[in-house]
């Protein structure tokens, strides 16, 4: 299928951050998601994909990358301040990726303390070894891991994927999981009760919560503070004053209520000239 776009950037929406089980062949991503592989390629304003298996392959691809989202209306009210302004306008085409949840949570537990490609190698080496197999376009691909597969799993098995201390993490979330947590139960929480929800699983922090939040249950006031924006925030907010990471968070709901994840979306884009 072809799409037009208006403002839409596959590459920096797929490999900002948000997704990390992909795989680029050429000028293709393949990204598997929610029991998919979604085939996908940008050429100026046009974007052709194709799905496996091609079941409501346009409402696949249009949930998961949301390249149709607007959030100029939204973020033009933050404009006075020029860093957010030049953030926009240099990364205007990244959008907010909905992730399926229990897939979201694993590879956000996997991010602690950790880097994109690390992230990527671990995710993808979880799809290899526990997820199924499927053929399309005359490739191999691996699904990512039911919660049982994972729940199943002993340490001796994950080692391969080189987690770290983050296996007890997994294994945990995939045993509540499969026991029975129900991430749609969450959906219906105000954002405080969900994150709260989310915390009661083994080693999940306020970070990895609010990436769940963010990017797979749609609370647009989630402010993910990593190391980047808890520098950024520093530096746009605090006259470079270090600041607990629980601090910046309320501070930035505070200032920006619901309109936080799309500020937090620009501000991370453009970290490496803010921070």
Same mark, same amino acid.
């Given at each position: 299928?072809?799409?037009?776009?208006?403002?839409?950037?596959?590459?920096?929406?797929?490999?900002?951050?948000?997704?990390?089980?992909?795989?680029?062949?050429?000028?293709?991503?393949?990204?598997?998601?929610?029991?998919?592989?979604?085939?996908?390629?940008?050429?100026?304003?046009?974007?052709?994909?194709?799905?496996?298996?091609?079941?409501?392959?346009?409402?696949?691809?249009?949930?998961?990358?949301?390249?149709?989202?607007?959030?100029?209306?939204?973020?033009?009210?933050?404009?006075?301040?020029?860093?957010?302004?030049?953030?926009?306008?240099?990364?205007?085409?990244?959008?907010?990726?909905?992730?399926?949840?229990?897939?979201?949570?694993?590879?956000?537990?996997?991010? !602690?303390?950790?880097?994109?490609?690390?992230?990527? *190698?671990? +995710?993808?080496?979880?799809?290899?070894?526990? @997820? $199924?197999? &499927?053929?399309?376009?005359?490739?191999?691909?691996?699904?990512?891991?039911?919660?049982?597969?994972?729940?199943?799993?002993?340490?001796?098995?994950?080692?391969?994927?080189?987690?770290?201390?983050?296996?007890?993490?997994?294994?945990?979330?995939?045993?509540?999981?499969?026991?029975?947590?129900?991430?749609?139960?969450?959906?219906?929480?105000?954002?405080?009760?969900?994150?709260?929800?989310?915390?009661?699983?083994?080693?999940?922090?306020?970070?990895?919560?609010?990436?769940?939040?963010?990017?797979?249950?749609?609370?647009? !006031?989630?402010?993910?503070?990593?190391?980047?924006? *808890?520098? +950024?925030?520093?530096?746009?907010?605090?006259? @470079? $004053?270090? &600041?607990?990471?629980?601090?910046?968070?309320?501070?930035?709901?505070?200032?920006?209520?619901?309109?936080?994840?799309?500020?937090?979306?620009?501000?991370?884009?453009?970290?490496?000239?803010?921070?």
């Amino acid at each position: 299928m072809k799409i037009k776009v208006q403002n839409f950037n596959l590459k920096e929406t797929v490999e900002g951050g948000q997704i990390f089980n992909y795989h680029l062949f050429g000028e293709w991503h393949y990204i598997i998601h929610s029991k998919s592989v979604v085939k996908i390629r940008q050429i100026g304003k046009t974007i052709e994909f194709e799905t496996h298996p091609k079941k409501n392959n346009a409402k696949l691809a249009r949930e998961l990358l949301n390249f149709d989202a607007n959030y100029l209306p939204t973020i033009r009210k933050y404009f006075k301040n020029r860093k957010i302004l030049a953030s926009y306008e240099k990364y205007s085409g990244v959008k907010i990726a909905k992730l399926e949840p229990w897939e979201c949570l694993i590879g956000f537990i996997c991010s !602690q303390m950790n880097n994109m490609a690390r992230i990527r *190698k671990m +995710v993808l080496c979880l799809s290899l070894k526990f @997820g $199924k197999e &499927v053929k399309f376009d005359g490739k191999k691909f691996h699904l990512f891991p039911e919660p049982k597969a994972l729940a199943l799993a002993t340490a001796d098995q994950l080692k391969a994927c080189g987690l770290g201390y983050r296996e007890y993490y997994i294994i945990s979330a995939a045993r509540a999981v499969n026991a029975g947590f129900d991430f749609s139960k969450l959906k219906r929480m105000d954002y405080l009760h969900a994150k709260r929800g989310l915390m009661m699983l083994p080693g999940i922090g306020e970070k990895v919560a609010d990436c769940v939040l963010l990017f797979s249950l749609g609370f647009t !006031q989630a402010f993910p503070v990593d190391v980047w924006i *808890k520098r +950024v925030m520093e530096n746009l907010y605090f006259n @470079g $004053k270090k &600041v607990p990471e629980s601090k910046i968070g309320e501070f930035a709901r505070k200032k920006f209520g619901k309109d936080a994840a799309i500020v937090h979306e620009f501000l991370f884009a453009n970290r490496e000239n803010l921070g």
